[in-house]
């Protein structure tokens, strides 16, 4: 019964809009100013007191922050607060248009995946600043999820934890290959992807020096990104059962 509930309460939030996923929105939107000027909106889940477990979430390419609305209140109800990120490098998804992206575009800005570095380093200063969480973990899609490593080296001695969903050497960072910031991180990381993307991240892994985890679908199974968490994709309970082992460190 209890089960049966549950869906019936899913299927209440979630709608279906000339072809596009909607779905009702739990937390409050912000924004705040990256280091080059540009106005960075974002989406903040919280849901408990401010000391509990942080986690920031970073899109995919060609998406929003509209990429996390179904996954950030699964991850509240693990005892999660979230805040889910437009980077500038990016467009829309769910229905959700990504503001960074338009504002960048404004100010004449790159938007190409390395530039959305600023972006990111813009919700890390506003989460440790501002939100002062107990624990701070950096989670990325697609091509933030390389750039994660990146942001993680950086902040090797603030960020207790690393996700990232389908990662690859997708460009290079000051000349550096992204597996030389995955070799920096001190903490433990969590990769996984879709069945046919390992070879894409296994040398990043290999890079990781401390604690590290992995989780793959069968080789023809499975979704890019985040996404693969998404209730539409039959094999979401799998990828999320690993998320949720990984996540128990941190609470």
Request: hydrophobic share 40%.
């Amino acid at each position: 019964m209890r089960r049966i509930i549950l869906i019936i309460g899913f299927l209440v939030v979630v709608q279906f809009v000339n072809g596009q996923q909607k779905i009702a929105f739990e937390g409050k939107t912000i924004s705040f100013k990256s280091n080059d000027g540009v106005q960075v909106t974002a989406d903040l889940y919280m849901a408990h007191k401010s000391d509990a477990p942080f986690i920031i979430l970073f899109h995919q390419a060609r998406y929003s922050r509209g990429e996390y609305r179904e996954i950030a209140p699964k991850l509240n109800e693990l005892g999660f607060n979230c805040l889910a990120v437009d980077q500038r490098s990016g467009k829309e998804v769910n229905g959700i248009i990504n503001q960074t992206h338009l504002e960048a575009k404004k100010m004449n800005k790159a938007t190409e995946y390395v530039n959305a570095i600023p972006d990111m380093e813009a919700a890390f200063s506003y989460v440790k600043d501002k939100i002062k969480p107990g624990k701070i973990i950096i989670w990325g899609s697609s091509y933030s999820s390389a750039l994660v490593f990146y942001l993680g080296s950086v902040h090797s001695n603030d960020v207790e934890g690393i996700l990232s969903f389908s990662p690859g050497e997708y460009f290079k960072i000051d000349g550096k290959e992204i597996k030389s910031f995955a070799a920096k991180v001190n903490c433990p990381v969590f990769i996984t992807s879709s069945g046919k993307e390992h070879n894409q991240w296994k040398e990043i892994f290999d890079s990781v020096p401390g604690e590290k985890f992995s989780f793959l679908p069968a080789k023809e199974e499975g979704k890019h990104g985040s996404k693969a968490l998404w209730a539409n994709n039959s094999n979401n309970q799998k990828y999320w059962k690993a998320v949720q082992v990984f996540l128990l460190k941190f609470r």
